[in-house]
């Protein structure tokens, strides 16, 4: 497999259970390293000693995203230090991600608790969440799989537009997504199916 992604592309990747498309998104992130051939960002190979820095550029969102029994603020900003948060960037993440009129309607806003695992959240939420922190870490590339898999496909939609809105106001970011149904893909540049 060869390909090449240029910098603010949405890339789609599909094809049938068992291609190899989660072994090509963990290859991508850097979780595995290739028994041949190479990766390579920017022109520089991906190797063990550039590989946290690529992975410090990166977001990820999977389709069960890991919430803490916390506040949203907490789990958008996930490991900073409460005294650390940079309130401004945590409001630029959440409103890309579409989550602002939802927080808008919580009695604590965005220091409102979500319960164990998210417990109090819908699966959407819990997806903008994912995006939101992907953010707000400052991601330069953004990797989703399967994100929407689990939800109904109003809530999916509702996911796609809010990568859509993203994808349109940041024409430098770029987006990889893994996605078993092509109405997740609609917004790609293109669409990589694996056979």
Do not use: M
Request: charge should be neutral; glycine fraction near 8%.
């Amino acid at each position: 497999l060869s390909f090449t992604i240029a910098k603010g592309e949405k890339i789609g990747i599909n094809g049938r259970s068992g291609a190899g498309k989660t072994t090509l998104f963990n290859l991508l992130l850097g979780l595995y390293s290739p028994t041949s051939g190479e990766i390579t960002i920017d022109g520089q190979p991906l190797t063990a000693d550039n590989r946290r820095k690529w992975q410090n550029a990166i977001g990820y969102v999977s389709q069960s995203v890991f919430l803490t029994d916390s506040t949203l603020l907490s789990n958008i900003a996930l490991g900073c230090d409460s005294q650390s948060i940079d309130l401004e960037r945590v409001e630029r993440a959440v409103k890309a991600a579409s989550l602002d009129e939802f927080i808008s309607k919580l009695p604590n806003g965005i220091n409102t608790r979500i319960g164990e695992c998210g417990a109090l959240l819908s699966g959407g939420q819990r997806q903008r969440i994912g995006i939101a922190r992907a953010l707000y870490k400052g991601a330069d590339v953004l990797f989703f799989d399967e994100a929407t898999s689990s939800l109904d496909s109003q809530t999916e939609q509702s996911i796609n537009e809010a990568i859509t809105a993203l994808a349109n106001s940041n024409k430098s970011l770029t987006i990889v997504v893994i996605a078993h149904r092509d109405s997740s893909l609609t917004y790609c540049d293109r669409v990589i199916t694996l056979k």
